[in-house]
């Protein structure tokens, strides 16, 4: 035969190895208001030293002007982006919008992101040690509110040596974060992205995040907050994970991946199995939340963002924003029942009426409020498109 | 002094001496299906002997036609209206609506309301003596469905000599109920009133009936089931009820009734007692409903409206409708987010494909789905004139 030899295939690239993939990454620590200088928290109360876990994606430019501060919601962590090791299945949380050429692409901006204090990543929570017992804090953990938690991400900011932010962005409780960030350091952001988000969580917003508390509380596993060592509120934790993630998605989403289909069965067995296949995919994401999560982290996380509440600031939502000069986009999404498409509209009116330049795009989409880490296409067209323009601003 | 002598005032009347009120009431007892004569339910097995508890106000005329037949959903009983004693603070939950000269008019109508099978308020359920064992079912109870409530209903309806019903009616779970009539006995069903009801429940229905499930069955109390006797899974009965009551409210009701108001304090405390008013609200709910219900019950009745799926009948939703004559009324709620105005518009559409008679109303009410227990005035103009109309076309 006259054929020429078959070249070897390529080795198909890992995950990490994909071009518009940052890679490999690694978490780092910063430890700050160390005793007796501790951080002053809004409740009065101090806290120190504060651990903040976090990871940067691509290089800091040499006027130190490209970062961009990205905030994780309940679920997620410091870690948005890339792989922790070869042989990780799963990237960082946001790693669909993280990375060369992508939304927030890494080849023109340097990206931040850390674990909130309150949270169970690493940076300091419920679950570290209390230096003043040498025992896990549990309950005696300082409430904290969504403007501690920046306060103490602006100190991530000034160890990094940054001065300007090029923008802060997040979706729901990150998004909040951002909000925060606009209205607390005015002079240091130059624009804001702000994903199915709320300037302000309504009663009912409240009244779910209560039902979680109430059975993680009353989980006997619980014991006061006071578990760590020994096994943990797994149950109560799973039940409030369920109520939340459902909050995440909408009726439609859910009749379109499940309906009514039956789990591994043709017919009901009328049994309290979980005959449909709801249920199942449900106690599933409720029990893997649990295997994952600090119960006492999700008490604390989801009282900050009840105390959220822009909207009751002196003089209201306008004059909140009126030392921002950041330009602002926002999102928000169709079948978003949690965070609805008016809590958004009220932040933009608020914005105009402040003076501030801002974008706004309703989202048609199906997938309910987590739709800010799903819909990617469209996010991405939106956000590039205003990062460019935040970059035309500057010229 | 010359005036005249002041007039003794009268006693202003009890609640129950009202002339729109039905007045004082008792509950009544009916067994059937006594062993042998079993009876036989959707699953295939059998359950006997079944008692239903009920209530009846207003006459059965001599024709005998004139009875509605009333059924309660999740947190109702047969005592839908009247006073148990003269001290009663609390009458039947639907006394807004039955009574002289109400919506249903007890002048004109015999208006009948059973606890249905599966409850705890005396009709037989799991916490109902099995006598195969002389113990509680518990778990061993069978599981039904909407259509055995209504078969048991149908024996019911025999003992009490009816051969017609002028109306069957229900919201909710009790719209399920009246539907399941107009298909399984058309020829005895002359109209119907189905308010903020479905036809068929969601995979997101499904899945807030999990999460209330799995706060039950996940409370050490439970016992699996076996908790007759000894203190009950209160704790996972208080977390199932305030899930499903928050699924009742809407976002604009709790923001108008609460906001973000504060419980006994004028400030935030940063602590983790009920500090919003609506958590101590939705708190309280759930308690009093744990010490009110039975939980295996709610395991049952949640179940039970999983089942429930009209659209998936042989033929579809139109097809279940061909044999019914009966002329239809429903209405919906605007802000109802739990059994939204499409699921009733499903019903409409496949009502007139069938060729039956049908009205349908969308209310604007912010209470969210509960608003059929709560929008008296609008619901009384709307069926009474329903009813109205189908005397008229008797006649």
Redesign the interface.
């Known amino acids: 035969m006259n054929s020429t030899p078959r070249s070897t295939s390529p080795v198909s690239p890992q995950p990490w190895q994909r071009p518009n993939s940052v890679g490999l990454v690694e978490p780092h620590d910063f430890r700050f208001a160390e005793p007796p200088d501790q951080m002053v928290l809004?409740?009065g109360?101090t806290l120190g030293p504060v651990d903040l876990r976090y990871e940067t994606y691509g290089e800091l430019n040499a006027a130190r002007d490209n970062a961009v501060l990205v905030f994780h919601a309940t679920s997620g962590s410091h870690h948005a982006a890339g792989y922790h090791t070869p042989g990780d299945r799963r990237p960082g949380w946001w790693d669909a919008m993280i990375g060369p050429g992508k939304a927030f692409d890494t080849n023109r901006y340097h990206v931040v992101c850390s674990n909130f204090i309150g949270g169970c990543h690493g940076s300091t929570g419920p679950a570290s040690v209390d230096p003043a017992t040498g025992k896990p804090y549990g309950?005696h953990f300082?409430?904290i509110t969504i403007g501690d938690m920046v306060t103490a991400q602006r100190e991530l900011v000034r160890h990094l040596g940054l001065d300007k932010i090029y923008c802060v962005a997040g979706g729901s409780m990150g998004g909040m974060q951002a909000l925060e960030w606009t209205v607390r350091f005015p002079e240091m952001v130059q624009s804001a992205i702000i994903l199915a988000s709320t300037a302000?969580?309504?009663?009912?917003g409240?009244?779910?995040h209560?039902?979680g508390?109430?059975?993680i509380?009353?989980d006997?596993g619980w014991h006061e907050g006071n578990y760590y060592g020994r096994d943990h509120p797994r149950?109560?934790l799973?039940?409030a994970r369920?109520?939340g993630h459902?909050t995440y998605?909408?009726?439609e989403s859910?009749?379109q991946?499940?309906?009514?289909k039956l789990q591994e069965r043709d017919r009901?067995e009328?049994?309290?199995s979980?005959?449909?296949e709801?249920?199942s995919y449900?106690?599933y994401k409720?029990r893997q939340f649990a295997e994952q999560f600090d119960a006492n982290s999700y008490?604390y996380i989801t009282?900050a963002m009840?105390?959220y509440?822009l909207n009751?600031r002196s003089g209201g939502l306008a004059a909140a924003f009126g030392p921002s000069h950041a330009k602002f986009l926002l999102a928000s999404f169709t079948s978003d029942?949690l965070y609805?498409s008016r809590q958004s509209k009220a932040i933009v009116s608020a914005l105009m009426q402040a003076g501030n330049d801002v974008s706004y795009v309703e989202i048609d989409s199906p997938h309910g409020h987590d739709s800010f880490l799903i819909e990617t296409e469209r996010q991405t067209r939106v956000i590039s498109s205003f990062l460019a323009s935040v970059r035309q601003r500057r010229q």
Do not use: C
Request: hydrophobic share 40%; charged share 25%; glycine share 8%.
């Open positions: 809004e409740s109360r309950v300082p409430v302000t969580i309504s009663a009912q409240i009244a779910f209560a039902i508390r109430n059975a509380t009353t006997p149950r109560g799973a039940t369920m109520v459902l998605l909408s009726d859910l009749g991946r499940f309906g009514r009901f009328y049994d309290f979980h005959e449909f709801v249920e449900l106690d409720g008490l009282k009840d105390y509440d009751g029942w609805p």
